[in-house]
């Protein structure tokens, strides 16, 4: 069974480092681009980041630029996203998304709140 799941989201002040990670399982992520995205109270989902299959080239919404770090460990089946500087707007559900196969992970919540 094709799979993403998201892990290591939680309750983080502002100006902390947390890394939230995105594991596959029925397929090898080492061929597949992943994305994240975030969907924050009352708010529609929008795109965070894209890693391509190498993990050379990430592009990131303006947003989180210089803060957010995408990184992958295709030896893990793994990507994750690394981030810094959280700010209270970065609370949100992140979603992982192989745009190949259509796949959606199930969502970590991210809180930053002092």
């Known amino acids: 069974q094709v799979q993403l799941v998201e892990s290591g989201g939680g309750l983080v002040q502002p100006g902390e480092t947390l890394k939230i990670s995105c594991t596959a399982s029925?397929?090898?992520?080492?061929?597949?681009?992943i994305q994240w995205y975030r969907q924050g109270p009352g708010r529609e989902r929008e795109f965070v980041s894209h890693?391509?299959?190498?993990?050379?080239?990430?592009n990131y919404t303006e947003s989180v630029k210089g803060r957010f770090i995408g990184t992958r460990r295709n030896d893990l089946n793994r990507v994750s996203l690394i981030m810094r500087s959280l700010q209270p707007e970065d609370t949100a559900v992140y979603y992982c998304?192989?745009?190949?196969?259509?796949?959606w992970g199930q969502g970590t919540q991210v809180t930053v709140s002092s």
């Open positions: 998304y192989s745009p190949m196969l259509r796949v």
């Open positions: 029925g397929f090898d992520i080492r061929t597949h681009a």
């Open positions: 890693i391509t299959t190498s993990g050379l080239l990430t």
